[in-house]
């Protein structure tokens, strides 16, 4: 029989910071986890599936159920947060999210509604739910993983670039809002990692989009599809591991002074300066190469 192991609960003498990490089965989840988790911190690192649950628990840390698209999930996660940290929550890292690429006039308006319910609307909910606590106990930080698809727009990530260019604008707006206390809103905006995103894009992918009854066919078979399917990708250019957002992840979480924006690979850094320095015409032409 199996032991799963718990990570104690925290008791009002713990003094413990805490961070609760969305999206945490893989990838920049699981390693931003695993590093805080080393460090000392309490982490609560949510994932949307029980058998993801169970494999965290295993390492020593603390997990839930928490799915962006299910209201009840939202719902109790306050109350979880009361039992296992006295309502302590000094940094929440919103992560979880996926893509669903095709082109724009392939995708179903009802996949757009979805993927917002998971990387948008989600995300403001437990950020409402959260803000309270921080405000009652008078700091806090909220770090979102946005992404450089969250200021350049690139062909075929539609859905993707609609949802973190809508949380750049609302995060930037709550920083404002929340300039006179203690609260940081913090944006992460990683380029090319490696993770599990093309795996469950493709998933995505296989869902919503007919592609056999498109005009685009020939690209989806040619062009998309071989690039999504393909078990062994070879590695993007610019590409870095997770590692390399987990350690803008704890500087957001730490530094005295955060940054208001993390820009993390050559890739990023390159379409940030393009946006500056190029007309939009322009800035078109170099980003439909990619």
């Given at each position: 029989?199996?032991?799963?192991?718990?990570?104690?609960?925290?008791?009002?003498?713990?003094?413990?910071?805490?961070?609760?990490?969305?999206?945490?089965?893989?990838?920049?989840?699981?390693d931003s986890?695993?590093?805080?988790h080393q460090?000392?911190?309490?982490v609560i690192?949510?994932?949307?599936?029980?058998?993801?649950?169970?494999?965290?628990?295993?390492?020593?840390?603390?997990?839930?159920?928490?799915?962006?698209?299910?209201?009840?999930?939202?719902?109790?996660?306050?109350?979880?947060?009361?039992?296992?940290?006295?309502?302590?929550?000094?940094?929440?890292?919103?992560?979880?999210?996926?893509?669903?690429?095709?082109?724009?006039?392939?995708?179903?308006?009802?996949?757009?509604?979805?993927?917002?319910?998971?990387?948008?609307?989600?995300?403001?909910?437990?950020?409402?739910?959260?803000?309270?606590?921080?405000?009652?106990?008078?700091?806090?930080?909220?770090?979102?993983?946005?992404?450089?698809?969250?200021?350049?727009?690139?062909?075929?990530?539609?859905?993707?670039?609609?949802?973190?260019?809508?949380?750049?604008?609302?995060?930037?707006?709550?920083?404002?809002?929340?300039?006179?206390?203690?609260?940081?809103?913090?944006?992460?905006?990683?380029?090319?990692?490696?993770?599990?995103?093309?795996?469950?894009?493709?998933?995505?992918?296989?869902?919503?989009?007919?592609?056999?009854?498109?005009?685009?066919?020939?690209?989806?078979?040619?062009?998309?599809?071989?690039?999504?399917?393909?078990?062994?990708?070879?590695?993007?250019?610019?590409?870095?591991?997770?590692?390399?957002?987990?350690?803008?992840?704890?500087?957001?979480?730490?530094?005295?002074?955060?940054?208001?924006?993390?820009?993390?690979?050559?890739?990023?850094?390159?379409?940030?300066?393009?946006?500056?320095?190029?007309?939009?015409?322009?800035?078109?032409?170099?980003?439909?190469?990619?």
């Open positions: 029989m199996t032991v799963t192991k718990q990570a104690p609960q925290q008791t009002p003498e713990d003094d413990r910071p805490v961070i609760l990490i969305t999206g945490s089965s893989s990838g920049i989840g699981l986890a695993r590093f805080f460090k000392g911190w309490h690192a949510t994932c949307r599936k029980p058998k993801d649950v169970e494999r965290i628990r295993a390492e020593g840390m603390t997990s839930f159920v928490l799915d962006y698209e299910d209201q009840a999930s939202l719902d109790a996660v306050i109350p979880t947060l009361k039992t296992l940290t006295n309502g302590r929550i000094d940094v929440l890292f919103n992560n979880g999210a996926y893509g669903i690429p095709a082109l724009v006039e392939d995708l179903p308006t009802p996949a757009l509604r979805q993927i917002f319910e998971a990387n948008f609307f989600g995300w403001h909910e437990l950020t409402r739910q959260i803000l309270p606590l921080m405000h009652a106990q008078g700091k806090g930080r909220i770090i979102q993983n946005s992404s450089v698809l969250g200021f350049a727009a690139m062909r075929v990530r539609g859905a993707y670039n609609a949802t973190k260019f809508a949380l750049e604008g609302l995060t930037d707006t709550m920083r404002i809002e929340l300039a006179n206390t203690n609260i940081h809103l913090i944006l992460v905006e990683p380029g090319p990692i490696r993770t599990k995103i093309r795996e469950n894009a493709y998933v995505q992918f296989q869902k919503w989009i007919k592609w056999k009854d498109t005009k685009n066919k020939s690209f989806y078979e040619n062009a998309l599809i071989p690039r999504l399917s393909d078990p062994d990708p070879k590695k993007d250019l610019f590409e870095l591991m997770p590692d390399a957002v987990t350690r803008a992840v704890w500087h957001a979480a730490t530094a005295s002074r955060p940054r208001i924006r993390y820009r993390i690979t050559k890739a990023t850094k390159i379409m940030a300066a393009a946006k500056r320095l190029l007309s939009s015409r322009l800035m078109d032409r170099f980003a439909g190469k990619f």
